[in-house]
């Protein structure tokens, strides 16, 4: 049974004349692991800002959970923000104090080797963003908002802070909601897959369900047009076509070879998809 | 996070202290200043860095974290915005409100003539200053932005400020004239200041806070610019209403600045109002008086012809002047150096005005000869003990002997030991005794006083011989009104009034009066009022009652050999702010705010101005 953890109702936030998240609706639940998608622009980043508090909505509201404090609730902004003047020891002091941690874990702070009174402007990109995430781990958050920071960070690096955020989820059902590009190396985390564009979802499926929902048809005739295509690629003489959503029926009245995609080419359909519509409007 | 405001705010203040400290002793060691103390390029570099760190501590809310890329991270603190800014604010209120008590210290052991700006301008700016940049902090991340339109709003605030005066003296008083920038820098404290009340200067502020308060709620990390937009959708109307509040308040808290007035001997009314200058009402006809002279209170110390003699006395400028009521124009007979001012006491005898003219700690101190016909000015300097040493001075009689004439001064420090001093035209200076009370000279004979005796001088080889010593149990000081304090020169006086009053408590307890004939130096009790005497005429003699009980004032007559009721004017609250009297030597003048009458001796009859 599903538990729900956080509901956004009628969200609406502009910056200056733009709309940038324009009228969304979603919920989130316990213990899931959500990855958004979209083009640049589309409004991933101020969605996860509004998630975190860090921009508050024009209009619509955010209701968390009652067990969901926001001593409980966790966030890694893309800039790494932090104190930066602060050196490690005094980050880790700062953050215990304000988030009321009585016995701060400091496991994976310790597995980076860092000089506590190394000041945090001085720590690597990849450094940072596991520091950052050692503090918010000590919270042992119901929530967790990460955004794109994973191609910034090394590919050691960047294991060790996908394996803290599974082992997250895996030990306090946290609920995690990512921003991010691609899919190559987190495929395994994403319960649900989510994809913006112009300030609005335009998908929400669980990622179990997307495979079935999403093939890919490689011909060199045109597709029938009953036949939803997202997004079609033209490679010399053969075209790629991405059929969402897709209906086994599709198979006995068009039939076609439907192949079976992974994550990543899903989301680049999307995005792409995206692309070519605006370039013909 | 209060540890850590409060460490960011220690950081400053240890920067800023030690930058304050070290600046005036790098300018000393390399010379650029040279042959002064420490403290004197200390204290005034000090009060600039003072203004800067109110400024600063104001703009600076969120200046760390800007710095530190950290702005996002605070956001995301489990606070509100409420918390978070109430955290920033407190340790910077507290360190502003520190630095301000280090200048009160600073400015009381010694620094009072070391200040860049009046005390109160300085008090007034620096709290402005920081309650408007912390208004504007979230404005911009800009800290040159942020400067430049804290000190644009200040400007405006204080022009504001200035508006508000302007609206309220438009509304309760006279026409506004001369109110501008310079109030707020003036060396002294001006009553235009007075006027606004601090809560209407504080309610001036509240629109920029209030704004502040309900726009910071919503501060986020977007461009400031959206944060901007919905600070100034409520700033329109807040301001709106704080500058009506504001005015309110202003308007509520002033006396109204009303007119004053004289009544000269010819029944001519001079009325002068605070802003719009010199009327005289003549029958039907009122005539504005030319020229532009400040604000003059009228009391006029002579009248002869068709002049008028006064001093004018405003901050900028010691005058005395004479209007020609025929002409209705102003004259400067005499103006005071800069820095140099004069007191009411100016003795007129022989066509010559005398007074004593000084600086502010009386170190310089001259004795001011006016021939008003060539307007030739001689000064001779005092510079003798003790008189250079008193501050309080009167001129109470004058004379000529062996072909010269001379002055006589009276100066004290202690009321009970009067010092007379004879001042010569050639510029000699001579000590001729001491007095218990207020000394009188008429016709060669100078009173003075002991505790208990009417000490009667007569002159004699030009010195003043005691010839009789009458007993005073009663402690009578005989001499006349203000009013005849400039010249006796053609006065013929046969008795003189005597008052025993000296402090308030007697006042209360009533005051007697009494009669000393020239002739036979013979004293005589005639009568009792509540009241003070007031005013003394050659003739008929009037004693003015202020009743603190009853609001009315009573006029007593010395008729028949005693002082009777003359005249009683009912309804007369003299406590009231709006209601005044002005005692003429010519008649009365009672103003109930904004309603006048005029009154002229003998008989207190009233007359009529028809366009007053």
């Not at chain 1, 702070?109 to 690597?124: G, H, M, P, V, Y």
């Not at chain 2, 605070?74 to 606070?79: E, I, K, Q, T, W």
């Not at chain 2, 040159?144 to 200040?154: D, M």
Request: hydrophobic share 40%; with cysteine.
């Amino acid at each position: 049974m599903t538990e729900k953890i956080a509901e956004v109702e009628n969200l609406k936030v502009n910056i200056g004349r733009n709309t940038v998240l324009d009228n969304i609706h979603i919920q989130f639940q316990k213990g899931e692991s959500v990855v958004i998608a979209g083009k640049n622009g589309a409004g991933k980043t101020t969605f996860l800002k509004c998630l975190a508090n860090v921009i508050l909505p024009d209009q619509g509201r955010i209701v968390f959970s009652d067990k969901v404090s926001p001593e409980k609730m966790g966030y890694i902004s893309d800039q790494l923000s932090l104190f930066e003047n602060y050196s490690v020891k005094q980050g880790i002091d700062f953050h215990s104090s304000v988030y009321q941690i009585q016995d701060f874990d400091t496991t994976l702070i310790n597995e980076l080797k860092l000089n506590l009174n190394q000041k945090i402007k001085n720590l690597s990109a990849g450094e940072r963003t596991l520091y950052h995430l050692g503090l918010i781990l000590a919270q042992k958050p119901e929530i967790l908002f990460v955004d794109e920071i994973i191609h910034v960070i090394d590919p050691y690096l960047r294991e060790k802070f996908l394996e803290a955020v599974i082992d997250l989820i895996d030990r306090y059902k946290t609920t995690v909601i990512m921003v991010n590009h691609t899919f190559t190396e987190i495929e395994k985390i994403p319960d649900r897959v989510l994809v913006m564009e112009k300030g609005q979802f335009i998908l929400d499926e669980k990622t179990e369900s997307l495979g079935g929902k999403l093939k890919k048809v490689v011909a060199k005739e045109e597709i029938p047009e009953e036949v939803p295509c997202i997004f079609k690629r033209e490679a010399s003489y053969l075209k790629e076509y991405f059929i969402y959503p897709f209906d086994e029926e599709f198979r006995k009245k068009f039939p076609n070879d439907y192949k079976d995609i992974n994550l990543n080419e899903i989301i680049k359909a999307f995005i792409g998809g995206q692309y070519v519509k605006k370039g013909n409007q | 996070m209060l540890k850590k405001e409060i460490s960011d705010v220690l950081k400053q203040t240890v920067f800023f202290a030690a930058l304050a400290l070290v600046i005036p002793a790098f300018l000393i060691i390399t010379t650029i200043i040279s042959n002064q103390s420490y403290f004197s390029v200390f204290f005034p570099l000090f009060q600039f860095g003072l203004l800067s760190w109110a400024f600063f501590m104001g703009a600076s809310l969120f200046s760390v974290e800007r710095g530190q890329r950290g702005m996002e991270y605070l956001l995301s603190l489990p606070y509100s915005r409420y918390q978070i800014v109430g955290i920033k604010i407190l340790p910077r209120f507290i360190a502003v409100v520190l630095f301000y008590v280090v200048f009160l210290i600073l400015y009381t052991s010694g620094g009072e003539d070391l200040v860049m700006l009046p005390f109160f301008s300085f008090t007034f700016i620096y709290f402005s200053l920081y309650l408007i940049s912390l208004s504007l902090s979230a404005s911009s991340e800009n800290f040159l932005v942020l400067f430049v339109s804290s000190l644009f709003s200040l400007f405006i605030y204080l022009n504001l400020l200035l508006l508000i005066v302007g609206l309220v003296v438009l509304t309760k008083g006279p026409p506004l004239r001369f109110i501008d920038f310079r109030l707020f820098f003036s060396k002294v404290w001006q009553p235009e200041l007075n006027v606004l009340g601090f809560i209407s200067v504080f309610v001036l502020l509240l629109p920029l806070l209030v704004c502040f308060g309900l726009s910071i709620k919503k501060l986020d990390l977007r461009p400031a610019k959206v944060y901007n937009k919905r600070f100034f959708k409520l700033l329109a109307p807040i301001f709106l209403g704080g500058f009506i509040l504001s005015f309110l308040f202003a308007n509520w808290s002033v006396g109204v600045e009303y007119s004053y007035f004289y009544l000269t001997e010819d029944h001519k009314l001079i009325e002068s109002t605070p802003y719009s200058g010199i009327k005289i009402y003549e029958g039907n006809k009122v005539h504005k008086v030319k020229g532009d002279f400040g604000f003059w209170w009228p009391s006029p110390f002579h009248e002869k012809n068709e002049y008028v003699y006064d001093r004018i006395s405003d901050r900028f400028s010691n005058k005395i002047v004479r209007i020609n009521m025929s002409d209705y124009t102003l004259e400067v007979l005499y103006e005071a150096p800069p820095e140099k001012y004069f007191r009411w006491s100016i003795w007129i005898h022989e066509q010559t005005f005398a007074f004593l003219e000084y600086n502010r700690d009386h170190s310089d101190k001259k004795f001011v000869l006016l021939d008003e016909p060539s307007r030739k000015v001689t000064k001779i300097p005092l510079d003798v003990k003790p008189l250079k040493n008193h501050y309080q001075h009167t001129i109470f009689g004058a004379n000529r002997a062996n072909g010269q004439r001379f002055w006589l001064l009276m100066t004290w420090r202690n009321q009970k030991e009067r010092h007379i001093f004879k001042l010569w035209e050639d510029g000699k200076i001579e000590h001729v005794g001491i007095s218990v009370r207020w000394p009188f000279y008429i016709n060669g004979i100078l009173l003075s006083y002991s505790e208990d005796e009417l000490i009667i001088h007569q002159e004699k080889e030009g010195k003043y011989v005691p010839v009789q010593r009458i007993p005073n149990p009663e402690g009578y000081r005989f001499g006349l009104s203000y009013y005849f304090r400039t010249t006796l020169d053609d006065i013929p006086i046969k008795k003189l009034y005597g008052v025993k009053r000296i402090t308030l408590e007697d006042q209360r307890m009533g005051t007697s009066y009494a009669t000393l004939t020239l002739k036979n130096f013979k004293i005589e009790g005639i009568g009792k009022t509540q009241g003070r005497m007031d005013y003394y005429y050659p003739d008929d003699v009037y004693f003015i009652e202020s009743d603190p009980i009853e609001p009315e004032i009573r006029i007593y007559k010395f008729m028949n050999g005693q002082v009777r009721l003359f005249k009683t004017f009912e309804d007369f609250d003299y406590k009231k702010p709006e209601n005044r009297s002005f005692w003429c030597k010519s008649g009365i003048v009672l103003r109930r705010g904004k309603k006048v009458k005029v009154y002229a001796y003998p008989d207190l009859k009233e007359i009529k101005f028809k366009k007053l």
